[in-house]
């Protein structure tokens, strides 16, 4: 761990107070079905918009760092998705259909930039303890953030749940302000992202088949994979279980995440990062083929473990071998590529997920189990056609 940079982990402290308000997404349905007024359809599609406007925020954000500089671009995407979701509970409904999605779109930037910066500040061969830095600090602020979130909704009202957000992103703008170098590293990305950037994008991706491959493996596992937090809790709620039940399973996930995922990352820093890309991904087939077999408690159990096995393995070195096979100057929008592919679930997975489920719900298990696993042979497949150097060495 001493091979992670100070400002990695200053820069992975502010992500954890900054997840400790990053809860109205958690919260914007009720939001808006309660103090709003709004009918279900039209809050759903409300928040449809703002899950698109974080997918796009990711899938972008990299490339304005690559060309203005990853520090620059975090401030301002920070600084604009703060206030605009400081001014969510006084705009009229019409505003909030611009508002609230540009506000998303910052704050998937800011994600983006984040991801970028672990890039060009970790040495090759420590990334992927460096982005492990990163997601046990965001996760450990996404476990305690929904419990102050209700507690400020419970005492005061949800509109003061988006002042929140807003005033601890500015905090955190403002802290990045102070913490990141205001030259180097956070600069060193931004030549050669003009005019023809497009063009030579699509020709570094075609150059590294097996970071195409990846990319795609990654959305259609994250679809699967997020079908826990939209299908799952309607599935357990038809079979009698609480959910207070499903909080606890979602509570094992975060709890096995924060306690294992940085010794495993460390235990595994030297092992071939495709062959475990592809293990975690298996995993998470298996965990939906497991709840294919029957919903008991032993079975709901099974299968958040295996998510939540599959995920360590998965997560931290799939981002940390996008970095590593990033031409110079472009990891901005290789980590950004990556970014997008890990969020497309939060809109893919519940209209996809509950449309299924609403036709023939005893297929959507074994269906997601089948994806996954065809999502992990994928990557593996590419393991003897990648560089030899890059594929068996730790990334």
Known sequence: MRAVPKVVWLLAAGAFANMLVAYTFIYLVLYLTGPRGLPVTQAGAIA???GAGLVAGNFTGGWFGDR?????????????????LISL????IPALLVVLPVAQYAAGAVRASNSALVAVSVPEGARRQGYAVMRFASNAGFTIGPLIGAAIAARFSYGWLFVADGAGTLCFAAYAARILPAQGVSRAAGRGAGSGAAPRLWAELRAR?????????????????RQQYSTLPVHLAAHGYSTAFYAALLAVNGGVILLLEIPVTLALRRAAPLRIIAAGLLLVGLGYAVLGLGTSVGAAVALMLLLTAGEILYK??????VADHSPAGMQGRFQSLYAGASVTGTVLAPPLGTALYAAAPSLLWPLCGALALCAAFAVFATVPSASPA??????
Do not use: K, M, Q, W
């Not at 203005?68 to 605009?84: D, I, V």
């Not at 088949?209 to 994979?225: E, K, M, N, R, S």
């Not at 890059?390 to 990334?395: D, M, T």
């Open 48 to 50: 449809g918009l703002s």
């Open 68 to 84: 203005f500089g990853h520090r620059c671009t975090l401030l301002a995407a920070a600084t604009t998705s703060g206030a605009g």
């Open 89 to 92: 509970p006084l705009l009229p």
């Open 209 to 225: 088949p097996a970071v195409l491959v990846l990319l795609g493996a990654i959305v259609v596992t994250d679809t699967v994979y």
């Open 316 to 321: 931290t070195p799939a981002t940390a071998y």
């Open 390 to 395: 890059l594929a068996e060495e730790g990334a």
